[in-house]
């Protein structure tokens, strides 16, 4: 298995621009996630899908940002305007779901906003 | 609101030595506990689950405890090498699938 696939690896962009992630999950896997990672916060929770449908969006800082699952094999994270304090380490996972199974994470994608 | 916590913050070690990294939680109704291990640039990898009815894990030379009453899980490694260098991190679901992880000990094994 390939694993879980993130596109870009890395982004750099002027602030006010905006930005997509995307994310391949593991195939068969039902759970999607979107992490956050800085220095200062650690890994945050973005929000979480389960069979394609957003579960839990708290986690997501602002209006800025949006995500969709528009099947079992696709996410995308944008941020639209991009600010400086978006510089960070976005991480996607996936999973089985239930909680006794084991997350999958993906590569990263590194986003400096200039 | 759910808490975990992972001290030390680093760790330096001679080649060669067994160690144990530790992490404690606030809330003792977790589903499991997972520890994952993070190269410089890189994603996690998951390194051991333990479930909440189990007390430990093993994989390789690696072992995992966890006891619930007191909110900790420790991760020993034994005959650490150079290759074992890295942040090591705990997470836990409490009481859905949202992990909550500890900040992590970034571990460095002297040659």
């Known amino acids: 298995d390939a694993g879980v696939i993130q596109s870009p690896r890395h982004e750099v962009t002027e602030m006010g621009q905006e930005v997509t992630l995307r994310c391949k999950p593991i195939s068969g896997h039902n759970s999607l996630f979107w992490y956050r990672q800085t220095m200062m916060r650690g890994l945050e929770l973005l929000i979480y899908?389960?069979?394609?449908?957003?579960?839990?969006d708290s986690g997501m800082p602002e209006d800025r940002f949006s995500a969709k699952m528009p099947n079992a094999s696709f996410s995308t994270l944008k941020i639209q305007p991009s600010e400086p304090r978006d510089s960070a380490v976005y991480f996607c996972?996936?999973?089985?779901?239930?909680?006794?199974?084991?997350?999958?994470f993906g590569e990263g994608s590194w986003l400096t906003v200039v | 609101k759910q808490e975990v916590t992972q001290i030390p913050a680093a760790l330096s070690v001679p080649e060669g030595e067994n160690l144990v990294l530790n992490c404690s939680f606030t809330?003792?109704?977790?589903?499991?506990l997972q520890w994952f291990r993070q190269d410089p640039g890189k994603g996690l990898t998951s390194l051991l689950l333990i479930q909440s009815s189990q007390r430990e894990q093993t994989s390789g030379r690696l072992n995992a405890s966890l006891d619930k009453s007191s909110g900790r899980s420790t991760l020993y490694i034994a005959a650490s090498q150079p290759g074992d260098s890295a942040t090591y991190l705990c997470a836990s679901p409490f009481g859905n699938e949202k992990l909550t992880f500890g900040t992590g000990t970034r571990l460095t094994i002297i040659p």
């Open positions: 809330d003792s109704a977790i589903y499991n």
């Open positions: 899908f389960n069979n394609n449908v957003p579960i839990d």
């Open positions: 996972a996936s999973s089985l779901t239930g909680t006794g199974n084991t997350i999958y």
